[in-house]
């Protein structure tokens, strides 16, 4: 999208757009509702500065002005732009410090909670623990008695193999 140039009325050279603001607070240099473009002439012996005055609409009123009243405005601008910056950061910290700090108050409750609740799981692993234990020693004692079982069993069969004859 192509972006207009504008040229300076003294020179002919191109202005420079050097900041825009909104609806400017202190009214005395702008009409109300208005958007105000400062502008400064790209040729370095000329010292032209300006500034339009855009409505709503678009259409835009130009105004030339000395260097000192164009500095003090173009101060005043910059300024008020770093307070509407700061303001935001202000407020945006204002925001996370209530956050952190209801984190803070919310956080040891939650902490204290799952806490318990990890008690209560390693009481419940304990327990387990000691079951799995408990049944791996009946299991081992059970093999054990199935094992000494079949060893009991194989010498009755060899022992009644060989009393086969008594009756």
């Not at 000192?68 to 202000?90: A, P």
């Not at 204290?112 to 000691?130: A, G, H, P, R, Y």
């Not at 020693?137 to 004859?165: D, F, P, S």
Request: hydrophobic content about 30%; glycine content about 2%; overall charge neutral.
């Amino acid at each position: 999208m192509p972006v207009a140039q504008y040229l300076c009325d003294s020179c002919g050279k191109v202005l420079e757009k050097m900041i825009s603001e909104k609806y400017p607070a202190n009214m005395t240099y702008a009409p109300p509702n208005t958007t105000s473009h400062f502008f400064q002439c790209t040729n370095t012996s000329c010292n032209a500065k300006f500034i339009a005055y855009e409505e709503g609409s678009g259409k835009q009123t130009w105004d030339i002005k000395d260097e000192e009243n164009f500095k003090s405005i173009f101060k005043s601008v910059n300024e008020r732009q770093e307070r509407t910056v700061l303001k935001e950061e202000k407020e945006k910290m204002a925001q996370e410090k209530t956050q952190i700090e209801r984190m803070l108050n919310e956080n040891p409750q939650k902490i204290s909670i799952i806490k318990k609740d990890m008690e209560k799981i390693k009481i419940q692993v304990n327990n387990l623990t000691d079951e799995y234990e408990e049944r791996s020693a009946q299991v081992t004692n059970l093999e054990e008695a199935l094992k000494k079982g079949r060893i009991r069993l194989e010498e009755i069969e060899k022992r009644l193999r060989e009393l086969i004859h008594i009756k």
